[in-house]
Nanobody, 124 residues
Protein backbone atom coordinates (compact mmCIF):
# COMPACT_ATOMS: atom_id res chain seq x y z
CA UNK A 1 0.00 0.00 0.00
CA UNK A 2 1.43 3.34 -1.07
CA UNK A 3 1.57 5.99 1.62
CA UNK A 4 1.80 9.74 1.12
CA UNK A 5 3.13 11.92 3.91
CA UNK A 6 2.48 15.66 3.74
CA UNK A 7 4.12 18.46 5.66
CA UNK A 8 4.54 22.22 5.56
CA UNK A 9 1.12 23.55 6.41
CA UNK A 10 0.55 26.24 8.99
CA UNK A 11 -0.70 29.72 9.77
CA UNK A 12 0.49 32.64 7.64
CA UNK A 13 -0.58 36.21 7.05
CA UNK A 14 -2.06 37.30 3.76
CA UNK A 15 0.69 37.92 1.23
CA UNK A 16 2.95 35.37 2.85
CA UNK A 17 4.34 32.08 1.55
CA UNK A 18 4.33 28.41 2.46
CA UNK A 19 5.83 25.33 0.85
CA UNK A 20 4.02 22.04 1.14
CA UNK A 21 5.87 18.74 0.70
CA UNK A 22 4.50 15.28 0.02
CA UNK A 23 6.71 12.19 0.12
CA UNK A 24 5.55 8.93 -1.43
CA UNK A 25 6.51 5.40 -0.41
CA UNK A 26 5.97 4.20 -4.00
CA UNK A 27 9.14 2.83 -5.60
CA UNK A 28 7.60 3.69 -8.96
CA UNK A 29 7.03 7.32 -7.98
CA UNK A 30 8.89 8.63 -11.02
CA UNK A 31 6.21 7.17 -13.30
CA UNK A 32 3.27 8.59 -11.32
CA UNK A 33 1.25 11.72 -11.92
CA UNK A 34 0.97 13.84 -8.80
CA UNK A 35 -1.57 16.41 -7.74
CA UNK A 36 -2.61 18.78 -5.00
CA UNK A 37 -6.21 19.35 -3.97
CA UNK A 38 -7.78 21.40 -1.22
CA UNK A 39 -10.98 21.42 0.76
CA UNK A 40 -12.30 24.43 2.65
CA UNK A 41 -14.94 24.10 5.40
CA UNK A 42 -18.36 23.49 3.92
CA UNK A 43 -17.00 23.15 0.39
CA UNK A 44 -16.18 20.29 -1.91
CA UNK A 45 -12.62 19.18 -2.55
CA UNK A 46 -11.17 21.10 -5.49
CA UNK A 47 -8.23 20.70 -7.81
CA UNK A 48 -5.23 22.98 -7.22
CA UNK A 49 -2.31 21.77 -9.32
CA UNK A 50 -0.91 18.70 -11.05
CA UNK A 51 2.39 17.56 -12.47
CA UNK A 52 2.99 14.72 -14.89
CA UNK A 53 5.83 12.21 -14.86
CA UNK A 54 7.61 14.35 -17.47
CA UNK A 55 7.16 17.57 -15.50
CA UNK A 56 4.23 19.10 -17.35
CA UNK A 57 2.13 21.17 -14.98
CA UNK A 58 -1.46 22.39 -14.80
CA UNK A 59 -3.02 24.84 -12.36
CA UNK A 60 -6.44 25.91 -11.23
CA UNK A 61 -7.09 29.41 -12.51
CA UNK A 62 -7.16 31.16 -9.14
CA UNK A 63 -3.66 29.96 -8.18
CA UNK A 64 -1.87 30.52 -11.49
CA UNK A 65 1.10 32.83 -11.07
CA UNK A 66 1.06 32.34 -7.28
CA UNK A 67 1.53 28.59 -6.77
CA UNK A 68 4.19 26.32 -8.27
CA UNK A 69 4.12 22.54 -8.27
CA UNK A 70 7.38 20.65 -8.70
CA UNK A 71 8.80 17.21 -8.07
CA UNK A 72 12.08 15.61 -7.05
CA UNK A 73 12.04 12.00 -8.19
CA UNK A 74 15.28 11.25 -6.33
CA UNK A 75 13.45 12.09 -3.11
CA UNK A 76 10.04 10.69 -4.09
CA UNK A 77 8.65 14.09 -3.23
CA UNK A 78 6.28 16.59 -4.77
CA UNK A 79 6.14 20.21 -3.62
CA UNK A 80 3.65 23.03 -3.74
CA UNK A 81 5.22 26.46 -3.35
CA UNK A 82 2.49 28.93 -2.42
CA UNK A 83 3.21 32.64 -2.67
CA UNK A 84 1.02 35.74 -2.27
CA UNK A 85 -1.38 33.73 -0.16
CA UNK A 86 -4.93 35.00 0.31
CA UNK A 87 -7.49 34.24 3.02
CA UNK A 88 -9.52 32.33 0.43
CA UNK A 89 -6.62 29.87 0.10
CA UNK A 90 -7.42 28.63 3.61
CA UNK A 91 -8.17 24.91 3.42
CA UNK A 92 -6.89 21.45 4.12
CA UNK A 93 -4.47 20.58 1.33
CA UNK A 94 -4.13 17.00 0.11
CA UNK A 95 -1.57 15.47 -2.19
CA UNK A 96 -2.53 12.58 -4.41
CA UNK A 97 -0.79 10.04 -6.64
CA UNK A 98 -1.98 8.53 -9.89
CA UNK A 99 0.14 5.47 -10.59
CA UNK A 100 1.46 5.16 -14.13
CA UNK A 101 -0.24 8.31 -15.40
CA UNK A 102 1.42 9.74 -18.50
CA UNK A 103 -0.24 13.15 -18.36
CA UNK A 104 -1.39 15.67 -15.78
CA UNK A 105 -4.42 14.33 -13.94
CA UNK A 106 -7.11 16.79 -12.91
CA UNK A 107 -9.95 14.52 -11.81
CA UNK A 108 -9.76 13.35 -8.19
CA UNK A 109 -11.34 9.98 -9.00
CA UNK A 110 -8.30 9.11 -11.15
CA UNK A 111 -5.95 9.24 -8.14
CA UNK A 112 -5.48 5.98 -6.26
CA UNK A 113 -3.58 7.28 -3.26
CA UNK A 114 -4.13 10.28 -0.99
CA UNK A 115 -2.27 11.91 1.86
CA UNK A 116 -3.83 12.68 5.21
CA UNK A 117 -4.04 16.40 4.54
CA UNK A 118 -2.29 19.42 5.98
CA UNK A 119 -4.02 22.57 7.20
CA UNK A 120 -3.19 25.92 5.61
CA UNK A 121 -4.68 28.98 7.29
CA UNK A 122 -4.21 32.46 5.85
CA UNK A 123 -5.16 35.35 8.10
CA UNK A 124 -6.24 38.71 6.75
Amino acid sequence: QVQLLESGGGLVQAGGSLRLSCTSSNREFSTSGMGWFRQAPGKEREFVAAISRSGTTHYEISVRGRFTISRDNAKNTVYLQMNSLKPEDTAVYYCAESEGAHFTVLQPNLYEYWGQGTQVTVSS
